[in-house]
């Protein structure tokens, strides 16, 4: 039997780009979660943090690269973004911090 992680170890951060901010404009807030989350404990994380209804989640895996760090080679950290989109009139201001 699994135990269930805690929504903050679901939800890293929030993510804050320029594409990320176009997003925004279409009612949908872009974090970082655990690489092991799914979709509907992303879901239940987002609802229970910011007390928003979730329309959908989207998931992206962006794989680390293999980089040169002062000659020796190294590894980008994998990262997972979760692009939430938010029910109508739901709002999550992501400037302001948890």
């Given at each position: 039997?699994?135990?269930?992680?805690?929504?903050?170890?679901?939800?890293?951060k929030?993510i804050?780009?320029?594409?990320?901010?176009?997003?925004?404009?279409?009612?949908?807030v872009?974090?970082?979660?655990?690489?092991?989350?799914?979709?509907?404990?992303?879901k239940e994380?987002v609802e229970a943090v910011?007390?928003?209804k979730v329309?959908?989640v989207?998931t992206?895996?962006t794989?680390?690269k293999?980089?040169r760090?002062?000659g020796?080679?190294?590894t980008r950290?994998?990262v997972?973004?979760?692009?939430?989109t938010?029910?109508?009139?739901?709002?999550?201001?992501v400037?302001?911090g948890?």
């Open positions: 039997m699994s135990t269930k992680p805690a929504h903050y170890d679901v939800i890293r929030p804050i780009t320029e594409k990320a901010t176009m997003a925004s404009e279409n009612g949908a872009v974090f970082e979660v655990a690489v092991d989350a799914n979709k509907p404990q992303i994380a910011f007390g928003v329309k959908a989207n992206v895996v794989k680390g293999v980089k760090f002062r020796t080679i190294g950290n994998t997972k973004k979760a692009y939430v938010l029910e109508e009139g739901n709002t999550i201001d400037t302001t948890l």
